[in-house]
């Protein structure tokens, strides 16, 4: 089992490389997880970087433990670029706002959407937990509002969050999400469905993304084996 991040040096003593994939966890279950905490332990250690690259790809997970990482990245003395390698949900969209730079190939998502949590009670903890969630689903307004500027007005992210809201790379660059919008690249698996399960208008191009990647990378090797029984055959042909 691996960390849902990685921090590395990079070739550039100057540079830094975070990678965010998976499911952010709040509790260490195991030596391989890890929290905030250990993520700023982490993140220390790197030293005097001035620029780092972080990576993305998750479907979100705990909330406060998302907030944290988005804002010890703030408070960075580094240059922070946030990649969207292919889906960033939930708060893990928070984190990835926090950045000082957002690069989203076309093909790459964020979601957004208020926090949840599952409740048991009577109607006046149930009104108590719906109060606690609107208060923490301010901590994500303020990080979107202070990324976006002029482009998004509160009222317009509370909608978005309201909506739990799928939107593409051009979508969030028009709404001020996204800085930069690059070419496609190969969406990289790392969610599974069940992790889908909680959230209610997944995109149907993101169900099945393991077996999809499964038949490319079967189709690939085809073509890579027809090359080089070609090249064979050539070479023989050419021996004769």
Same mark, same amino acid.
């Given at each position: 089992?691996?960390?849902?991040?990685?921090?590395?040096?990079?070739?550039?003593?100057?540079? @830094?490389?975070?990678?965010?994939?998976?499911?952010?966890?709040?509790?260490?279950?195991?030596? %391989?997880?890890?929290?905030?905490?250990?993520?700023?332990?982490?993140?220390?250690?790197?030293?005097?970087? *001035?620029?780092?690259?972080?990576? &993305?790809?998750?479907?979100?997970?705990?909330?406060? %433990?998302?907030?944290?990482?988005?804002?010890?990245?703030?408070?960075?003395?580094?240059? !922070?670029?946030?990649?969207?390698?292919?889906?960033? @949900?939930?708060?893990? +969209?928070?984190? &990835?706002?926090?950045?000082?730079? &957002?690069?989203?190939?076309?093909?790459?998502?964020?979601?957004?959407?208020?926090?949840?949590?599952?409740?048991?009670?009577?109607?006046? *903890?149930?009104?108590?937990? @719906?109060?606690?969630?609107?208060?923490?689903?301010?901590?994500? !307004?303020?990080?979107?509002? +202070?990324?976006?500027?002029?482009?998004?007005?509160?009222?317009?992210?509370?909608?978005?969050?309201?909506? *739990?809201?799928?939107?593409?790379?051009? %979508?969030?660059?028009?709404?001020?999400?996204?800085?930069? &919008?690059?070419?496609?690249?190969?969406?990289?698996?790392?969610?599974?469905?069940?992790?889908?399960? +909680?959230?209610?208008?997944?995109?149907?191009?993101?169900?099945?993304?393991?077996?999809?990647?499964?038949?490319?990378?079967?189709?690939?090797?085809?073509?890579?084996?027809?090359?080089?029984? +070609?090249?064979?055959?050539?070479?023989?042909?050419?021996?004769?």
């Amino acid at each position: 089992m691996k960390k849902f991040w990685e921090v590395k040096q990079s070739a550039n003593p100057k540079e @830094a490389e975070i990678s965010i994939y998976g499911e952010i966890v709040s509790f260490k279950w195991d030596d %391989e997880d890890t929290t905030a905490a250990s993520f700023q332990k982490d993140l220390k250690a790197l030293g005097d970087v *001035e620029t780092i690259n972080l990576h &993305v790809n998750s479907p979100g997970g705990s909330v406060f %433990e998302g907030i944290a990482i988005g804002n010890m990245l703030k408070q960075h003395k580094a240059k !922070v670029i946030a990649y969207v390698d292919a889906l960033a @949900a939930s708060i893990a +969209s928070v984190i &990835v706002a926090s950045a000082d730079k &957002v690069i989203m190939p076309e093909n790459s998502m964020l979601m957004i959407h208020n926090p949840w949590q599952y409740a048991i009670g009577n109607a006046k *903890e149930l009104r108590k937990t @719906a109060d606690d969630l609107d208060k923490i689903a301010e901590s994500s !307004v303020i990080t979107y509002l +202070s990324k976006a500027g002029d482009k998004l007005t509160e009222e317009k992210i509370k909608e978005i969050m309201d909506e *739990e809201t799928w939107m593409s790379a051009d %979508e969030a660059l028009a709404l001020g999400l996204c800085d930069e &919008v690059v070419v496609s690249n190969r969406m990289a698996a790392s969610v599974s469905e069940s992790l889908f399960e +909680s959230y209610q208008h997944v995109p149907k191009s993101l169900m099945n993304l393991d077996e999809k990647l499964l038949v490319e990378e079967k189709r690939q090797k085809m073509i890579e084996e027809a090359r080089q029984n +070609s090249a064979l055959i050539g070479a023989i042909i050419g021996g004769l």
